[in-house]
């Protein structure tokens, strides 16, 4: 028997099941985050820039697009609890941290390699970053300084904290969790969770549980305290790159070069909604208080030229009478 939240959000969802799309950059879009208090989105993109657009009523009307990279915004986050401030890591070998507020990069900060990982630590003091070298960096997001660097003997796919922010969590190349104290980093526990590349990683809200998404298109829910896997969710056909919790925990969206997005109910594993696509999806993000999901795929201007990429932002959950 369905769940009553089940049956709530189906419903929702059947009358919000409309997406749009929003002209965001030149080029495709790798990376989706909504600022904490749900007013903005930030998109970043192969044309080495990040858009923020502000969440009006049924649309996203774009404020402002930041330059100064000089190559590939691969992924981008929000201050935890600032809805002014966010951060962009480039393979350019710099972080950059930008206020909405002066539309300007407030800081530049060098780093050793390729970035392509970037996490805020729940307290909003520290930034993570991880390069291609498979070295994380961490920034003290005040001074702008490195506070520690570690070099990993495995491939660093994506890293986060744990909400408590006592904890550090990477996904890896051979399928493991590893998990470090902080800020003492040393290392507490390796878990092997999937039997290929463990690809990404995501906290609920609430605490209880993260995902984790890998190469042989398993997503797996995890006990946060118990650090054992809860459930396996299986209907991704190809590696999942991203996984996003609702703001509620209840719903978990996970996505691949399939050609939709899986909304699945956590403590289920039912299928709840899936958003059609019509391409890969890179990158998920769930509104930090509405049923809405932003999303970007590997976009091709496909009816009349195959070569152009359109980097548009996407938004699910929309009225279906908007």
Avoid at 3 to 32: G, T
Avoid at 147 to 156: D, M
Avoid at 270 to 286: G, H, I
Wanted: proline share 4%; with cysteine.
């Amino acid at each position: 028997m369905a769940s009553q939240y089940f049956q709530e959000m189906q419903e929702s969802f059947r009358n919000n099941s409309k997406s749009r799309e929003f002209p965001a950059h030149s080029a495709k879009v790798h990376s989706v985050a909504w600022s904490c208090d749900g007013r903005r989105l930030a998109s970043g993109s192969f044309d080495k820039s990040a858009s923020v657009f502000v969440l009006e009523k049924d649309r996203l009307v774009k404020e402002n697009n930041y330059r100064g990279h000089s190559d590939s915004v691969d992924q981008l986050c929000w201050h935890p609890t600032n809805p002014d401030l966010f951060v962009t890591a480039s393979g350019d070998k710099t972080i950059r941290i930008w206020d909405v507020r002066s539309t300007k990069c407030i800081a530049t900060v060098n780093t050793k390699g390729e970035n392509i990982n970037i996490c805020w630590s729940p307290d909003g003091q520290t930034i993570a970053v991880g390069n291609k070298d498979d070295v994380v960096t961490f920034i003290d997001a005040k001074t702008h300084r490195s506070k520690a660097e570690e070099q990993f003997k495995f491939e660093v796919n994506e890293i986060s904290w744990n909400n408590d922010n006592d904890m550090f969590f990477l996904t890896n190349g051979s399928g493991c969790i590893n998990i470090l104290s902080y800020p003492e980093l040393k290392p507490i526990q390796s878990i092997n969770a999937h039997p290929s590349n463990c690809i990404c990683i995501k906290f609920d809200p609430t605490g209880r549980y993260f995902a984790t998404g890998s190469a042989d298109a398993l997503v797996s829910l995890w006990d946060v305290d118990e650090l054992v896997c809860v459930r396996c969710f299986s209907r991704l056909d190809w590696p999942v790159r991203t996984l996003s919790f609702s703001h509620d925990g209840k719903m978990l969206a996970s996505a691949s070069e399939d050609h939709f997005i899986d909304i699945c109910e956590v403590e289920t594993g039912e299928k709840l909604w899936e958003v059609q696509c019509d391409s890969p999806t890179f990158t998920v993000a769930f509104h930090p208080k509405r049923p809405l999901l932003a999303y970007a795929c590997d976009d091709k201007e496909g009816k009349y030229d195959n070569t152009r990429e359109s980097g548009t932002v996407k938004l699910f959950g929309l009225p279906n009478d908007s």
